[in-house]
């Protein structure tokens, strides 16, 4: 099996049964303020796009390039579909010209052939990704690869059944908009990008020590932000704020932690496993060297990408649009179809457009409460977004179903909220479309409550995170009596069963010597 890194969360696969191209990602994304890095431009793409599978984890635009899928991949390869309940992925793929389908079903291995086996694992919860994520995991000829992406699997045991994996690439890094977006003063900022930065590492250690795979490759992040807007966001220095990190900072931390099995994948180096062995090649002769001269690399990069950030903006505007009026056509619809959703958001949340110059222009809310858009009548509101009017415009022209990941992490919008966190919201605006709507609010009301409880440092709680269900007993650290799970960052307070981080959830624990046994 040879893999071949195609920058970010892109590789392809390539076995004597058949290659296999993944999420190939190279236009920027989220009103171009992500590009991939290193830069992957100049790979031989029409070369890579002969494939005879693609598969698409999900539909994150840093994943799912419609511009570069429609050009560069052979529409004859087989697409395999991961099991989302929703058709919106094959829809697009189907729009960019591709006609063949294997539809996988979650946790069940398919046999392609020739002895090319693979599964795919499907993350259905409307908070993974833009509703819904996968990881892929690719057996040939005695080799098997986890292709775990940005994926958050509660637990990787599916795959650890399936035999000893060789090659785990899973995220590592950011790639995200929390905690730069937020409006909140620099010092608080700093602490939260810390903490963030020092829990997605802890993450991935979680992930690479229940996989126990032969070799590890940190993918999937991060972006570079080429636009002098956002260039600040870029990690130049180490930073422990950024949330950034690149893949030489992980790998020092990592090794740093006594691991010595992890590998870089630049775009174009090649990692070739044969039996016991795994030969990495590299298109620069020092990786050490490459990632040293960073910023060198990205001032090129920018200069480069300058007329295409230029030409993208230049499509944002379209002030023939009545955005008051065209937020009532789309969204008051939606907040009447929303029960679930819309009661747990409850009040308003404001959204403030800015103008070209900078100063706010109008100032709308959503209703949650009477159900409609309007005004803002100088209310108290829960949540507060600011950004361009243009980008608003620019959504509204586009149909496009999921604000929330095109403005947040497009990192030219600002939020901030009065009171803790509403996980609601966030999903609300990633559900912009009727079919996406309908499937948030069932599943929500679908959820089963936990019944199953273990015991961790001198305390009993139930097995699975209230959040999105990640087992505690692999994911919970204790420190007092606040729990962190670590998949996300979420908090507890185990004497009353509080969440820190958000407001509507509840964990049920008791101190282990006075439980009562269940
Ligand atoms: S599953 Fe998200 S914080 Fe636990």
Redesign the pocket.
Known sequence: MRVTGTGHAGIRIDTSAGSILCDPWVNPAFFASWFPFPDNSQLDWEGLGRTDYLYVSHLHRDHFDAAHLRRFVSKSATVLLPDYPSTQLEDELRELGFTTFLRTRSNEPIGLGDGLTVMIQTLTSP?DGPIGDSSLWVEHDGIRLLNQNDA?P?NLGEFTKLGPVDAHLLQFSGAIWYPMTYDLPEATLNELGRQKRSRQFDRTIRYVDDLKARWVFPIAGPPCFLDDELWALNDLDGDEANIFMDQQAFIDQYEGRGYDNGMILLPGSVAEFTGDACALTHPVSDVRRFFAHKVEHLRAYRERQRPVIEAEKALWRHPEIDVLEELRHRIEPLLSQSTFLASRVGGAVLLELKGEDGDITQSLVIDFDARQVRPYADEAVGYQFRTGRALIEHLLHTGETDWINSLMLSCRCSAKRHGPYNEAVFVFLKCLSPERMQYAESWYTGQAPDADDVRIDGWVVQRR??????D?SR?AVIDGNVLT??????QFDLATGRCL?SADLEIRAQRADQAVHR
């Open positions: 908070n958050r509660t995170c209230p959040h999105l269900k990640a505690l994911f799970c670590q998949m996300h960052g979420w981080t």
